[in-house]
Nanobody, 128 residues
Framework: QVQLVESGGASVQAGDSLTLSCIAS???????????MGWFRQVPGKERDFVAS????????FYGDDVKGRFTISRDDNKNTVYLRMDSLTPEDTAVYYC??????????????????WGEGTQVTVSS
């Protein structure tokens, strides 16, 4: 069992940068560094879209096409935390951002249904 809490969402201007954090509480006997972590985002009326994923211990990362080159996912296993650094933000990045965790087989995962645990989300609003 994993509980995830996102933070760092804010209202910013286009071109600004923002870093989201997601702190994980894992059940006794489990270890955060065995979980694949992902970030997704969703706007009202649309499906939840893949943003980024990072493997156990951070050796592999993967990004959605819309954010590649602008966003960076990282993790600190000593702090049970995964981060999403967002640069060159545009109004199209406005969404609720969700953190997700999975103890599955693959090093990175891009579909929402691959993840077992989700946070409540944090709002990011980018104004032009």
């Amino acid at each position: 069992q994993v509980q995830l809490v996102e933070s760092g969402g804010a209202s910013v201007q286009a071109g600004d940068s923002l870093t989201l954090s997601c702190i994980a509480s894992v059940a006794s006997g489990s270890s955060f560094n065995t979980y694949v972590m992902g970030w997704f985002r969703q706007v009202p009326g649309k499906e939840r879209d893949f943003v980024a994923s990072i493997s156990w211990r951070g050796g592999t990362t993967f990004y959605g096409d819309d954010v590649k080159g602008r966003f960076t996912i990282s993790r600190d296993d000593n702090k049970n935390t995964v981060y999403l650094r967002m640069d060159s933000l545009t109004p199209e990045d406005t969404a609720v951002y969700y953190c997700a965790a999975d103890d599955g087989y693959y090093p990175v995962e891009v579909r929402p249904d691959e993840y077992d645990f989700w946070g409540e989300g944090t709002q990011v609003t980018v104004s032009s």
